[in-house]
């Protein structure tokens, strides 16, 4: 029977690696799913999110074999899993069973087809895993019923300055190209581009199978310089343990703002993957080391899992003193210009990002013939350095943060405040206290140095770096708020709000201040939930109850079910804000009458409830039958 993915191995989800393939159920759940081979069920969970329910099947050769989003198990392993969870008295359950407590044959029926957990759609969820948990492409075991004819295709391909003396079109930034396709099906960029120093390449690029119209990610990235191959990546197999470190082989930053996530065709400062293969000077890691001023050849090539190839080819240009300014372009003059009261640009204005590891400050409104000299402070003492470039009557200002870290800038009468406070190294157990707030750095912290940059919001809160840099591991936090009004410690949790929302981090109070764990940067407030959860029972019969349930902030930590008093298991489907009943006898009867309870938590500790009895089920009345017309 033919078939169809709609993802991948290594495809690029939030925050991790996808771990095998999406297996197409043509939006149908209840369909047989067999065990890949001989073997033994090694491990049976139920997960809210994640993949939902799921089957590990351990095989005589030391792989494992993964099936998830499960809507159910067969009859003999959804006996065993229910009786575990009623005895433990929990939705949510990881269970081992004994080797060979159930073992199963190739081609035996484990489980039926779902759409539990974080799944998107109803599909199966298939990985293969070898003795030491490294994630292996299942597609290179083969399979009959895939059939893929589509080579992969780029969407986009950025450029990126990675010093501060790199430029592209005459700036320090990163610039994307959509790629022309061209008959034969190669792709080529058709503006001109000038660049210098050392750039990064990134691509936007995907694959899909034949038959399915779901963009899949890529299996392998080449990267030419000249001809001679700079830069190679291949995902075959990774380790499940490093899925995280997939934020920093993507480019983390353009993917939290813009949602698109760029293979980076180098390896990034901090990234421990072994997926690359580096053929020249393995120092620049990649990168495109444009350093003699003559224009060089680039050829990019994708590949999917069955060897289809995608090839781009373009032409660097190199840099001159005008390339790519055009009218705007200015000479830097010397140092030492100040801003000239008497022009009439206005009152010059700043800014200041950080990349990786490089501040840029830009300052507007300033003379484009003299350029103010920054003044960089550190405590007092300051050193001056004059602006990296003008542009339309902005200067670039480009600090190696690796060298300098200040924590003012002036430039004329104007000053930004950097509220840079300390570098911090990975691998490293680091501790910073600023004023009301302590942050601890484990060795598992970051990926990679982090010039370390905190504020106080107004209205309370913190602000730590940007959400635009990933964490691998948690940041602990002690913040001592300074409200002048009392807390509600009992209600009252962290929650990271950056981006426009609230996600909750909770925390646990201690004498005034309280703790926390984060795994994002970026702005974190305290927040009081004192409204409970809503909960809505929608059906109380003799076959089954079922609920509605909700929580406005802080989200629902855990949930029962009571009938006359004996604890019932409940399904849960968070997509739906659904629970239904599942009991221990499928064909026991609940007893009319009987008193229902359901009671919700959320995770400030507020308790919501509904209640009602079991009533028979009120008979469907058929709408009568139209009396025909005499012809």
Known sequence: MQNSLSGGLGDLRANHFHAGLDIRTGGREGLDVHAAADGYISRIAVFTGGYGNVIFIRHPNGLTTVYGHLRNLNDTLGTYLRQQQYARRTFEIDLRPAPNQFPVRKGDVIAASG???????????????????????????????????????????????????????????????APTRRADGSYTITQPITASGLVGLEV????????????????????????????????????NEQTRFMNVHENYEVEQMTGQRYHRGYIADGNILNLYKLQSNASYRGRLPLLDGKPHEVMLTLYDAYDHATRLTFTLLPETPAAGAGNDSTEIPAAGANISEDAPLGQPTATITTDENVLKLTVRNVSATAPPVAKLFTGRSFTEQPASYVRSNQAVYLLDLRQHMPDSVQFGRGVVRTNLKKRIFPGR??????????????????????????????????????????????????????????????????????GGRASFLGGVWRNGRIEFKTRSLGQFRLMTDALPPTVEILGATPKGISARIRDDLSGIAEFRALVDGEWVLMQYDYKRALLWSDKLDPDELFEVGAEVLVQVKDRCGNIGSDSTTINEPRPVRKAPAKKRKKR
């Open 204 to 239: 936007l690029a995907y694959d899909k199978t034949s038959g399915s119209p779901y963009r899949n990610g890529i299996s392998c990235l080449e990267i030419r310089l000249d001809g001679r191959e700079v830069f190679a990546y291949n995902m075959n197999s990774f380790p």
């Open 429 to 498: 157990s680091e501790v910073l206290v600023d004023g009301t707030t302590r942050l601890e750095f484990s060795p598992k912290t970051l990926f990679d140095t982090l010039h370390l940059a905190m504020r106080t919001l107004p209205g309370g809160g913190i602000e730590i770096n940007q959400p635009t840099i990933p964490l691998n591991d948690f940041l602990l936090v002690q913040h001592t708020p300074t409200y002048p009004i009392a807390i509600d410690t009992a209600r009252t949790r962290a929650y990271w709000t950056s």
């Open 115 to 177: 759409n539990t957990g974080g799944s998107g759609g109803p599909h199966l969820h298939f990985e293969v895993r070898d003795a030491n948990d490294n994630l292996i492409n299942p597609l290179l075991y083969g399979f009959q019923e895939l059939r893929d004819e589509v080579p992969p295709y780029f969407e986009r391909v950025a450029l990126k300055t990675m010093t501060p003396t790199s430029r592209i079109n005459g700036e320090y930034q990163r610039v994307s190209y």
